[in-house]
């Protein structure tokens, strides 16, 4: 499985971006997805997560309200929807798969990474 996040840029505080996060494999509407970030210097640290069919939903209490995780499994992708983006939301945002169809926000509890792709947010 390869995931093969994109989207990323600089942004001011209040914009909005989208990240996309493709992935590879006849599999991917079998199991839930997540999004995390890694600011320098910081831990890799729960964004968002999405289950297998996009009905269950998971988001990071700093995130609430601004972004929006979803999923088109006919595209195998999934997305990131960031508004009112702030500078402490500057970090390379990492997609990730889940080992199951059930959303988690450990993670340690996620088998397949993607590359990354750099937010940076100005004030």
């Known amino acids: 499985v390869q995931l093969q996040a994109c989207g990323g840029g600089l942004v001011q505080a209040g914009g909005s971006l989208r990240l996309s996060c493709a992935a590879s494999?006849?599999?991917?509407?079998?199991?839930?997805m997540g999004w995390f970030r890694q600011a320098p210097g910081k831990e890799r640290e729960f964004v968002a997560a999405?289950?297998?069919?996009?009905?269950?939903?998971g988001y990071a209490d700093s995130v609430k309200g601004r972004f929006t995780i979803s999923r088109d499994n006919t595209k195998n992708t999934v997305y990131l929807q960031m508004n009112s983006l702030r500078p402490e939301d500057t970090a390379v945002y990492y997609c990730?798969?889940?080992?199951?169809?059930?959303?988690?926000?450990?993670?340690?509890?996620?088998?397949?990474w993607g590359q990354g792709t750099l937010v940076t947010v100005s004030s």
């Open positions: 990730a798969r889940a080992p199951t169809s059930s959303t988690y926000s450990r993670a340690s509890s996620y088998d397949y």
């Open positions: 494999g006849r599999t991917f509407s079998l199991y839930a």
């Open positions: 999405i289950n297998w069919s996009g009905g269950s939903l």
